[in-house]
């Protein structure tokens, strides 16, 4: 499929900051369902994420966050992904950085003529009829769909970090039974729009026109120790509103409770033991 190369600067539509540039893209046929992501530094298990959730979109519209390992080389060679967006100027402002990020995505994502969005982080893995509800089953008054996410944990005997020959679904055997209902699929309609501060949900969505349905497992917390350890620093240092309940589990990545002092259950099990808490 030919590739071709363009600024977002050049888009004036777009309106969007100097340091984005978009590096390439791939045709999407025209009410498709759009995967968006933002990464930085998730090589690691960046193909296992794109092989997945090719399943679950027709294309993706990545934007890297300044990586500084391979992650892009990654994301180009795979054939779902249809344009990468390069934030060339790292920002230690992380919570209002991640909603900034969104919106560029969005916007950028909104000139391939979607009629869907699904927003993913490259560490969630999806259960469900996701592709084929969006091509046809939704009905006409549902604008914006929730799903229902759980962490995997790692726990004695199941500590072994994870290799990118395996897939990342599954992998765990324990789950919290914390259960976030997160707004990630969207139609492609003008007043959805991301503002705020570390704003992982889109906003402007009639009462009544949101569903929940699917689930995520959600590896954030369970890859690796040393990723444990990588991701308290990571909110210790660049979240003060997070920061204490981070330096609490440090040194602290192998579990017998979840991290709201909650019995472990396995996936099967965790959907029937759901404790419903905030997306945040």
């Known amino acids: 499929m030919k590739l071709f190369r363009r600024s977002l600067r050049q888009q004036s539509e777009l309106a969007l900051p100097g340091r984005f ?20 530094n998730e090589s690691l298990i960046l193909k296992d994420t794109l092989d997945h959730m ?3 979109v027709d294309g993706v519209l990545l934007l890297d966050d300044s990586s500084t390992d391979n ?22 402002e992380r919570a209002e950085e991640e909603t900034i990020h969104r919106h560029v995505l969005h916007q950028a994502g909104k000139e391939l003529l979607p009629k869907w969005f699904f927003y993913f982080d490259a560490d969630e893995r999806f ?23 759980f962490d995997a944990y790692l726990t004695r ?9 395996k897939p990342l679904y599954d992998l765990r055997k324990k789950f919290g039974p914390e ?12 007043r959805a729009e991301f503002k705020g501060l570390d704003a992982r949900e889109p906003q402007g969505f009639r009462a009544g026109s949101v569903e929940t349905r699917f689930f995520c497992q959600h590896y954030g917390k369970a890859i690796s120790v040393s990723q444990w350890e990588s991701t308290c620093d ?9 920061r204490e309940k ?10 017998t409770k979840s991290d709201f002092d909650h019995p472990l259950y396995t996936w099967e099990q965790v959907k029937n033991h759901a404790v419903v808490i905030h997306p945040v």
């Open 157 to 165: 005997g199941d500590q072994e970090d994870y290799h990118p020959n």
């Open 71 to 92: 992650s892009v080389a990654v994301a180009a060679a795979h054939p779902s992904v249809k344009g990468i967006i390069l934030n060339t100027e790292w920002s230690k």
């Open 21 to 40: 540039r978009l590096v390439m893209l791939r045709p999407l046929p025209k009410g498709s369902v759009l995967g968006l992501t933002r990464i930085r």
């Open 246 to 255: 981070w330096k609490a589990r440090k040194g602290k990545a192998i579990h």
């Open 54 to 56: 090719s399943e679950m």
């Open 179 to 190: 259960r976030r209902d997160i707004l990630m699929i969207w139609r492609n309609i003008p």
């Open 234 to 242: 990571y909110y210790i240092n660049n979240f003060p509103m997070y």
């Open 127 to 149: 259960e469900g009829d996701i592709k084929p509800y969006l091509h046809g089953k939704v009905p006409p008054k549902i604008d914006a769909i929730r799903i229902s996410l």
